[in-house]
Structures are given as structure tokens and as C-alpha cells.
């Protein structure tokens, strides 16, 4: 007798299992996120359904092989949800996290607050883009800003124009430290959430990251900072005085990030704020009237 169609809760309590085993953080959601990404629904319809057709199996088990091999759960679904948008993601761009839609809404607010004050459209800088999903938060989210992102990586940046296709963003390919000079001191936000992994926590980061987001969006020298020195000579030079600048830092960098900026004596308002679970995780500054060029 060849066996019926498979129940739902049992195939998903076999993927959850499989997960665990393999140290997978969240078991559950994810063996529902791909069950539903195989089935084309939502994880919140996967309660309707009793049984798992036959010819959906083999492929699901597949994705579950691939996940207990800690693949992220994003680049087999193929998107990732930002805020209020869904990105394209895959090979060759980093995944964007959670919390990086605190400093997303962070600017949302710092550029919505400029809109209508004066004739002109307020002026927005995401540096080191990835997948463009700061970018294109903005762009969804203040529709009256003018928005430019850039990203130095070939193939992230190629992600990020199919990401950001058709938003009004225009996005560059360079280096965040020489990017804009046509913008120089008439930009009124900046934000980045660059590269801040010190070298030497290389082992400890998750398989996930470590294998498969590109190296050059998570390591940033011996202390992990290089590139936030990087970006506060830039925002100095891309902000109009009292334009402000917000960007993301590992959670034990909750001092020393900060200390960049307040240390060249340019920038006032420095401050740290905390993630949802209270870890630091981004800084704000406001660049100073007297900043000489
Ligand atoms: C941590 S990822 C963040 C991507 C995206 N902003 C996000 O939040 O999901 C950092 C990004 O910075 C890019 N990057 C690294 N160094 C850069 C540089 N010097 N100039 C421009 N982009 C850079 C990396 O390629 C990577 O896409």
C-alpha cells in the first residue's frame, strides 16, 4: 500500500527537529516560513491545511537539508522583509537584519520631520547599501525625499539596482569614502550600517553570516571600526551643518562607536541608542555649524 499524503503537523515537527539538531536559532519559524514558501502561501494560512501534497515533499525536504546546513533561511526563500518592503536577496549580498530597521525608522523620522519646512526635498545618503534596504525604506516611507545610496561590491550593487528599481533612488557603485562629492555639504541625513565585525571575531560569528554574507559587509579592521572612522570623515564632509548622521555598530562597541565622533570635536547630540532586547546598536550625531571643510 504506498502511504498517503503526509500530515502537515508531522512533516513540520520532523523539519523542526531536523533544525534544532543542526543549532538552527529559530527551529519553528523557519521549517513554517519554508513550508509555506514551497506551498506559495503565507505562514499564517499553513493552519488551514491538513496534509502536505506529495509532489511539494521532496522539494521541502530539500530546503530543510539546506537550512540544517545553515544556509540563511533568506537566500532560499530568495527575500528578506525590511520594514515595510520585501527585498530581493540571494549570493553576494548581506541579509539585512532586524535591527537595522531601528535606524531605518530613525531616518524615516529625521527626513520625514524636513519635509514640507522649506521649498526643497530633503537631501538622504544611505552609504555601504548592500541590498539597498535602508534605501529603499526611505523611499517607501518619505516619498518626498530625495534619496542616493551607494555600495562599493559589483555584485551587491547589482542587487541592490534590482532592488531598488523603479523607487526613485539613485544609486551609485564606489567607495563610501569618496562617494558624493557632488553632494558636499548639502546633504541633510546620512545613515550606514557598514562593516563593523572585528577580524578577530572571526569564529565567533554564525555559521549563517560567516559563510554566506560576503566578507567585505561584515569585518572592518582589528577593532572592527575602520570604517566607521571612514564614514564620520564623510558624513562631515557630505552634511550641511546640523544635518545628522545615523549609523549601526556591534553591540560591544556601544562606547567606542560613539567615541569616534565625539573625539574630532565636529559633531554635537552624540548619542547611543539601544536595540529592542536594550543592546546597543546605533549612534546619532549632529554635525556642528563651525565644521571646517
Ligand atoms: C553590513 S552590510 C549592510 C548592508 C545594508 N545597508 C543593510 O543594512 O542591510 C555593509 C555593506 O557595506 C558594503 N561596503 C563595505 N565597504 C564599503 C566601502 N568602502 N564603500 C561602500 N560600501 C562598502 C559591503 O559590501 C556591504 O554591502
Given at each position: 500500500m504506498t502511504p498517503g499524503p503526509a500530515r502537515r503537523r508531522e512533516v513540520l515537527g520532523e523539519a523542526v527537529r531536523r533544525l534544532r539538531e543542526a543549532g538552527v536559532a529559530s527551529p519553528e519559524h523557519d521549517a513554517a516560513e519554508l513550508l509555506a514558501h514551497v506551498l506559495g502561501t503565507s505562514r499564517g494560512s499553513l493552519a488551514l491545511l491538513e496534509v502536505v501534497p506529495d509532489d511539494r515533499r521532496e522539494e521541502y525536504d530539500a530546503l530543510v537539508a539546506r537550512r540544517a546546513a545553515r544556509e540563511p533561511l533568506q537566500h532560499l526563500t530568495g527575500t528578506a522583509a525590511f520594514r515595510h518592503v520585501e527585498l530581493l536577496v540571494g549570493p553576494g549580498v548581506f541579509v539585512p537584519r532586524p535591527e537595522t530597521e531601528l535606524l531605518a525608522g530613525w531616518a524615516v523620522e529625521q527626513a520625514a520631520a524636513l519635509v514640507g519646512q522649506r521649498p526643497a526635498a530633503p537631501v538622504v545618503v544611505d552609504l555601504c547599501t548592500g541590498s539597498g534596504a535602508i534605501a529603499r525604506a526611505l523611499a517607501d516611507e518619505v516619498p518626498g525625499a530625495r534619496v542616493h545610496a551607494v555600495e562599493l561590491d559589483e555584485r551587491a550593487h547589482a542587487w541592490a539596482a534590482r532592488n531598488l528599481a523603479g523607487t526613485g533612488v539613485e544609486l551609485r557603485q564606489g567607495d563610501l569614502a569618496t562617494a558624493f562629492d557632488d553632494l558636499a555639504g548639502q546633504v541633510d541625513v546620512v545613515t550606514c550600517n557598514p562593516?563593523?565585525?572585528?577580524?578577530?571575531a572571526w569564529e565567533s560569528v554564525a555559521p549563517e553570516a560567516r559563510d554566506h554574507d560576503p566578507h567585505l559587509a561584515l569585518f572592518s579592521g582589528e577593532d572592527g571600526l575602520d570604517a566607521i572612522r571612514v564614514l564620520e570623515r564623510r558624513a562631515a564632509v557630505l552634511l550641511r551643518p546640523g544635518g545628522v548622521v545615523g549609523f549601526e555598530h556591534a553591540d560591544v562597541q556601544g562606547d567606542s562607536a560613539p567615541a569616534v565622533f565625539t573625539r574630532t570635536g565636529r559633531w554635537s547630540e552624540v548619542r547611543d541608542n539601544h536595540d529592542l532586547?536594550?543592546?546597543?546598536?546605533f549612534t546619532t550625531a549632529r554635525l556642528t555649524a563651525s565644521v571646517v571643510r
Open positions: 562593516p563593523y565585525i572585528p577580524l578577530e532586547a536594550g543592546r546597543p546598536r
